[in-house]
């Protein structure tokens, strides 16, 4: 099922680790990203398709927690392009973020864009991906932050690690699939399979033999996984059969080591996780299946790779993990992320936000708007707040560092127009929106509560949230509507989870908080791209500071303009 090949990735990291050991003073990491058109087959289905340097998914990106990052990103395909590094906080240093018209205006077929940003106080694993419509599905891939020279991990060292990224797969052109659904106004089409490292595995009809990851293992050696879910759309489990992990961080950020035999994961989120190769030598199937409590269609193909124990023939048929949740089991992911905690060590602390400046109450909304070139003369819309966020046409960090009026406001409400039974009987009445390009303006330095609210508008679901530019405290969740009242009594204020991006419970609500110490314009929205291009998506505003490092840098010389 697998070829030899198909290790190749776990040894070319084990090299590049190595050699990042040797050369532990070097500072600067170069990379050049080639946007370019490949042919890519997989379930017996070609197709040209946007990738970077040609790989799917693309190259790691190897770096140490202090490192300055350059990546030269050319453009040689027909799209518009930028990429996201996907959890760094890039402070002050909005310019490097890389969604398009928040922090840059896309880089135009035949142009060019220096990406460079510094590593501060950020190790662990992150990705990167593009941020432009829904280039993302095949433009992304690992980044790889290891500790400073000289810092240990906080758990025993592994003898080897390896990358795991999770994805999805349509046979059409993604693009496509996207502008259709919008022209008609309803929910592209879902993906054709799941893939582990871009391959579906065997257990998916079609081909899918010749497209299997193994990831080759040595008995009584410890491995990291460092699993990273780069699906557009849907949330996922990931088990092994026949062994455990051990749950070390999540979103580049340690957290206080527990065992797992099944981990879940939002599209965005990273994990790392401890495996050790214990169990009989042989071949145990690494599995991802979807998440999806909430009766909207969705991919439910499940995508394998394998677990190889080394001298094991290819003959031997895998293991299959004996149990797996159940597709809406909420009960699983509700007692796996009830795990999650923070380290919260002497070395690295939880700095949670006690008091704080602003709170904030944003309900996440599924919507419908008049339009009279599509089918049925509606379109499906998301919002938050009830407003649907328009993308503008010039970049908001350019507009608000050169003071250029007319390209948004920043008004956008800290609370719902109206108070009501958010996750009562589902309202199917009354669910236009009003559009807007509206920012919430943060003063420097303020602390930050947002207590994301799923609603009942056509139906609860599940919403992954994604903040640029900051890392943020998961205080609090729950089913039903947020009580003010009753609620903040129950937060965890000590050692909550650290992260980039969380998942909004369906029918529930979310608290995060954090302190707005990075000036600029910082993009939040569903990670769920279907979402994100109805409207789902807002940014924040943070004021510079009076201090000499506390306001936006200067943009670089190369930055696109619109």
């Known amino acids: 099922m697998a070829s030899a090949a198909s290790s190749l990735p776990l040894l070319v990291s084990s090299l590049l680790l190595a050699l990042f050991a040797l050369g532990a003073h070097a500072d600067v990491k170069r990379y050049q990203f080639d946007i370019v058109m490949s042919n890519v087959s997989r379930l017996c289905h070609e197709k040209a398709m946007v990738t970077v340097n040609g790989s799917y998914p693309g190259p790691t990106i190897y770096a140490r927690e202090g490192d300055r990052v350059i990546v030269n990103v050319t453009n040689h395909v027909k799209h518009n392009m930028t990429i996201h590094w996907h959890g760094l906080k890039q402070r002050r240093n909005g310019w490097a973020d890389g969604p398009a018209y928040v922090t840059q205006c896309p880089i135009g077929s035949?142009?060019?864009?220096?990406?460079?940003?510094?590593?501060?106080?950020?190790?662990?694993?992150?990705?990167?991906?593009?941020?432009?419509?829904?280039?993302?599905?095949?433009?992304?891939?690992?980044?790889?932050?290891?500790?400073?020279?000289?810092?240990?991990?906080?758990?025993?060292?592994?003898d080897d690690e390896a990358e795991i990224v999770l994805g999805e797969w349509w046979h059409a052109d993604v693009e496509t699939v996207e502008r259709q659904g919008s022209m008609l106004g309803m929910a592209p089409n879902m993906s054709d399979a799941h893939t582990i490292n871009g391959k579906p595995g065997p257990l998916v009809p079609f081909c899918s033999e010749k497209h299997t990851y193994a990831l080759q293992v040595q008995s009584g050696k410890t491995y990291l996984l460092r699993i990273i879910n780069a699906a557009v759309n849907d949330e996922l489990f990931f088990s092994i059969a026949g062994h455990n992990m051990t749950v070390v961080e999540i979103d580049a950020t340690y957290t206080k080591p527990f065992a797992a035999s099944i981990v879940q994961l939002s599209p965005g989120q990273t994990m790392n996780v401890l495996v050790s190769a214990d169990q009989s030598p042989g071949r145990y199937f690494m599995v991802a299946k979807p998440f999806n409590d909430v009766p909207i269609p969705a991919d439910n193909k499940t995508a394998t790779a394998i677990l190889q124990y080394a001298g094991v023939p290819t003959s031997v048929v895998p293991a299959l993990p004996q149990t797996m949740p159940a597709t809406n089991s909420t009960g699983s992911v509700a007692a796996f992320h009830d795990k999650l905690r923070s380290l919260?060590?002497?070395?690295?602390?939880?700095?949670?936000?006690?008091?704080?400046?602003r709170h904030l109450l944003y309900t996440i909304g599924l919507n419908i708007d008049p339009c009279e070139t599509c089918l049925n003369r509606s379109r499906l819309a998301a919002s938050l707040n009830n407003i649907t966020f328009v993308m503008p046409r010039t970049a908001l960090l350019q507009a608000h560092y050169y003071g250029q009026k007319g390209v948004f406001a920043a008004d956008f409400p800290d609370r719902p127009p109206a108070r009501f039974n958010y996750t009562g009987v589902p309202l199917t009445a009354g669910l236009g929106t009003s559009l807007g390009t509206r920012l919430s303006k943060i003063a420097y330095n303020a602390?930050?509560?947002?207590?994301?609210?799923?609603?009942?508008?056509l139906s609860v679901e599940s919403h992954p949230f994604h903040l640029h530019g900051y890392n943020f405290f998961v205080v609090g969740r729950g089913v039903g509507n947020f009580d003010p009242a009753k609620d903040p009594a129950k937060y965890n204020l000590v050692d909550p989870p650290e992260r980039n991006t969380v998942g909004v419970p369906a029918g529930g609500w979310t608290a995060i908080r954090f302190r707005a110490d990075n000036p600029g314009v910082w993009f939040l929205h569903c990670h769920l791209e279907v979402h994100t291009s109805w409207g789902l998506k807002m940014a924040f505003l943070v004021e510079d500071g009076s201090g000499p490092d506390e306001s936006v840098l200067p943009p670089p010389k190369d930055l696109p303009k619109c």
Do not use: C
């Not at 919260?344 to 400046?357: G, I």
């Open 447 to 457: 602390t930050v509560e947002l207590v994301l609210q799923d609603t009942n508008l």
């Open 344 to 357: 919260n060590s002497p070395r690295y602390p939880a700095y949670v936000p006690l008091a704080v400046d």
């Open 110 to 158: 035949g142009g060019s864009y220096v990406y460079d940003f510094n590593v501060t106080r950020q190790r662990g694993t992150l990705w990167w991906h593009a941020h432009i419509a829904w280039m993302r599905a095949t433009v992304h891939g690992a980044i790889v932050i290891l500790p400073a020279a000289g810092v240990p991990y906080p758990f025993p060292k592994p």
